[in-house]
T-cell receptor, first 112, second 114 residues
């Protein structure tokens, strides 16, 4: 069955520190992968997506993600976190049945 | 550029009451979706409409009905609200139902059933 796992429910980092949010997926074919961000009280905004080609994809707000087929992972990274990055982050795989299968989310807290 | 607009933003219902959540998109998208978001469970698809005139059940359709009123509008109805339907509801739209198309989300409706 298709699934997405985000093993970290909460992550706390200091402003200026680097960030990596983990995402593992289970999908039979080549996946279409997405990262969304949800700021408090807001809807979801697309950060980046992977369909094919270069396994390192760049997104908005200085985020990037790397697709690793051998590890079934699509981890999100940012070299230097800003206080405004505090939000909840969702990884999703495109599904032919239900459009997206979402992970349970990782809530990021940024310390000043 | 409004994108996806949901109304209302907040709602409190008593058990057994009914209500309709409204959603409209101005991006000329063919496909529209209703999700619910619950703590620790991510977003789960309730119903979707691949194109105008069609609707289909998603992962958690029980207790809900939908109407694709026209290409722009997709409403979600709770006929007899239950406390288990307390959640944040998101409407989304995309160019098509295909898995490789980006979905755009509204700002959500926070519903509490008491």
């Amino acid at each position: 069955a298709q699934s997405v796992t985000q093993p970290d429910i909460h992550i706390t980092v200091s402003e200026g520190a680097s960030l990596e949010l983990r995402c593992n997926y289970s999908y039979g074919a080549t996946p279409y992968l997405f990262w969304y961000v949800q700021s408090p009280g807001q809807g979801l905004q697309l950060l980046l997506k992977y369909f094919s080609g270069d396994t390192l994809v760049q997104g908005i707000k200085g985020f990037e993600a790397e697709f690793k087929r051998s590890q079934s992972s699509f981890n999100l990274r940012k070299p230097s976190v800003h206080w405004s990055d505090a939000a909840e982050y969702f990884c999703a795989v495109g599904s032919g049945t239900y459009k997206y299968i979402f992970g349970t989310g990782t809530r990021l807290k940024v310390l000043a | 550029n409004a994108g996806v607009t949901q109304t209302p933003k907040f709602q409190v219902l008593k058990t057994g009451q009914s209500m309709t959540l409204q959603c409209a998109q101005d991006m000329n998208h063919n496909s529209m979706y209703w999700y619910r978001q619950d703590p620790g469970m991510g977003l789960r698809l309730i119903y979707y409409s691949a194109s105008e005139g069609t609707t289909d059940k998603g992962e958690v359709p029980n207790g809900y009905n939908v109407s694709r009123l026209n290409k722009r509008e997709f409403s979600l109805r709770l006929e007899s609200a239950a406390p288990s339907q307390t959640s944040v509801y998101f409407c989304a739209s995309s160019v098509s139902i295909l898995a490789n198309t980006e979905a755009f989300f509204g700002q959500g409706t926070r519903l509490t059933v008491v």
